[in-house]
C-alpha cells in the first residue's frame, strides 16, 4: 500500500464497507410472537416488558428497574424522581444529545452547565463543583460515547454537597468505574434502547435505582401518577406523563437483553484493540480512558491535538478518502446553543418560564462554556468499531488513521 493520501490521489486503506450484521433476529422474534399469540400488547396484562425490568435490574443489581418509551423518558423519571422545584438546578454536561436536558426543563428546573476536560472529553468534576449554587438539587453526569466520567470525584463532590447524582447512561451499556457498572454509581441511572445504541427496542429507555423512595416515585411518574394497586376511586398520587413501554416492545428489549454481555465483551475488545494501534499516534489521540475505567465504544471519539499541523476538517476529510467514514465536532456546539428556545429561555409560548422562578445572571452563549466550545473544535469520530467487526476491519481503520495522521503532518 502506497504512502500517498488518497486524497492526494494514492491508494486508499479500505476500498470495501465494513463488515456489519442485524441487531436483532430470531430470539426478538420469537418474544414478539408471545405477546401477539397473547393477544396482550399493553405494558399492563402483558409479561414482556416486566421481564425486561426484572433482568436489566438483575445484572445491574438494582431493585428499581423502570421501563419507558425512550432514552429521553428515562432521563425525565430520573429527574421526576428527585423531583425539583420550579427554578431549581441540575449540573449537567454540554456535550450531549437534547434529550439529556429537555427533562430537566419540562420538570420546571434549570440546566447549569459545567466545562468539559479536553482529554476525557466528559464533564470536568473542578467546574461541576464550581457550578454548584444555593438552588442546585441534583448532578447530571453524562458518560460520553460509552466513556464513564470520573464518578470518584463526582460522589465525593455530590456527598460533601448532599445532592444526588442521575446517571446518563444512554451511550454506555455495561461500562464500568472501578469495577462497578455506570448507572449504579449515583443515586439514579437512565439507559437508552434508541435504535443506535447498544441494545435496542426501536426507541425505549429503562431508568434504575437502589433508593426506595425514587424508586417508588419513578414507578408512579412514569404511569401517569396512577396508583394502580388502589381499589376504588382512581388515585394519581405524583404528577406525571404516560411513559409506559408496550409489550412489544418489552419484548424486543428482553431478547436484547440476554445479550447484552457478549454484545458489550465484542464490542470493548474491538475498541480496545484500535486504542492499543493507536497508543503512539501523532497527532490525534483517542478518547482518554480513566484508570480502572472500561468503554464500551458507542462511539470512538478523538480529538486532534492543539498544535497538530492541519485541522480536524481535513483529517476527517482524508480519512473519508481512504474508505473510513469520519465526522468532524460531533454535534458542533455546546448543546444548549444548538437549540433555539432554549438558548433564547422561551420554551413554554411568550413566558420565561422555568427561568423566571431561578437566579438572576444564567445566560447560555458563548460564553457559558467556552473551553467545551474548544473541545468540539478539535474533536473527530472515525467509525466505530462493533460487535460485527473482525480484527482485520479494526485493523484497517487503524491504519488509515495512522497514515493520514502521518500523511498530513
Known amino acids: ?196 445504541k447498544h441494545i435496542t427496542c426501536g426507541d425505549g429507555g429503562i431508568t434504575i435505582t437502589n433508593n426506595e423512595e425514587y424508586g417508588i416515585r419513578g414507578r408512579l411518574f412514569m404511569d401517569k401518577g396512577w396508583h394502580r394497586a388502589q381499589y376504588g376511586p382512581r388515585v394519581y398520587e405524583v404528577f406525571g406523563p404516560n411513559y409506559r413501554m408496550n409489550d412489544l416492545s418489552g419484548a424486543v428489549a428482553v431478547a436484547q437483553t440476554r445479550k447484552l454481555r457478549d454484545i458489550i465483551a465484542l464490542r470493548r475488545a474491538r475498541g480496545d484493540l484500535l486504542c492499543e494501534l493507536l497508543a503512539d499516534n501523532p497527532h490525534v489521540r483517542p478518547q482518554r480512558l480513566l484508570d480502572g475505567c472500561k468503554h464500551t465504544y458507542w462511539q470512538f471519539g478523538m480529538r486532534v491535538e492543539d498544535d497538530a499541523p492541519f485541522a480536524p476538517e481535513d483529517f476527517a476529510k482524508a480519512l473519508v478518502a481512504e474508505g473510513v467514514s469520519c465526522g468532524a465536532h460531533y454535534i458542533g456546539r455546546p448543546i444548549f446553543l444548538c437549540h433555539e428556545a432554549v438558548r433564547n429561555q422561551r420554551l413554554f409560548g411568550d413566558s420565561r418560564y422555568p427561568f423566571d422562578r431561578g437566579r438572576e445572571g444564567i445566560v447560555y452563549d458563548d460564553s457559558t462554556c467556552p473551553r467545551t466550545q474548544h473541545v468540539l473544535d478539535r474533536m473527530v469520530q472515525p467509525v466505530c468499531p462493533t460487535q460485527f467487526m473482525p480484527e482485520e476491519d479494526i485493523h484497517d481503520i487503524g491504519r488509515a488513521i495512522r497514515k493520514v495522521s502521518e500523511g498530513l503532518g
Open 1 to 196: 500500500m502506497s504512502d500517498k493520501l488518497a486524497i492526494h490521489g494514492g491508494e486508499p486503506v479500505r476500498t470495501r464497507p465494513f463488515t456489519s450484521g442485524n441487531k436483532v433476529g430470531k430470539e426478538e422474534l420469537k418474544e414478539l410472537i408471545d405477546v401477539i399469540d397473547s393477544g396482550a400488547m399493553n405494558r399492563w396484562g402483558g409479561t414482556k416488558v416486566v421481564a425486561f425490568e426484572e433482568e436489566f435490574g438483575a445484572i445491574h443489581g438494582a431493585q428499581h428497574a423502570i421501563a419507558s418509551t425512550s432514552g429521553t423518558a428515562a432521563i425525565h423519571i430520573g429527574v421526576g424522581m428527585v423531583n425539583p422545584s420550579p427554578g431549581d438546578e441540575i449540573i449537567t454536561g454540554p456535550i450531549t444529545d437534547i434529550g439529556s436536558i429537555v427533562p430537566i426543563l419540562y420538570q420546571g428546573a434549570i440546566p447549569i452547565f459545567a466545562e468539559c476536560d479536553a482529554e476525557t472529553l466528559n464533564m470536568d468534576p473542578a467546574d461541576i463543583e464550581a457550578k454548584i449554587s444555593d438552588r442546585t438539587v441534583a448532578i447530571m453526569a453524562i458518560h460520553l460515547f460509552g466513556n464513564p466520567c470520573d464518578m470518584d470525584a463526582i460522589m465525593d463532590i455530590a456527598a460533601r454537597h448532599d445532592l444526588p447524582v442521575i446517571e446518563d447512561c444512554s451511550q454506555a451499556h455495561l461500562s464500568e468505574h472501578d469495577g462497578r457498572l455506570v448507572g449504579t454509581i449515583g443515586d439514579i441511572g437512565c439507559f437508552s434502547l434508541q435504535q443506535s
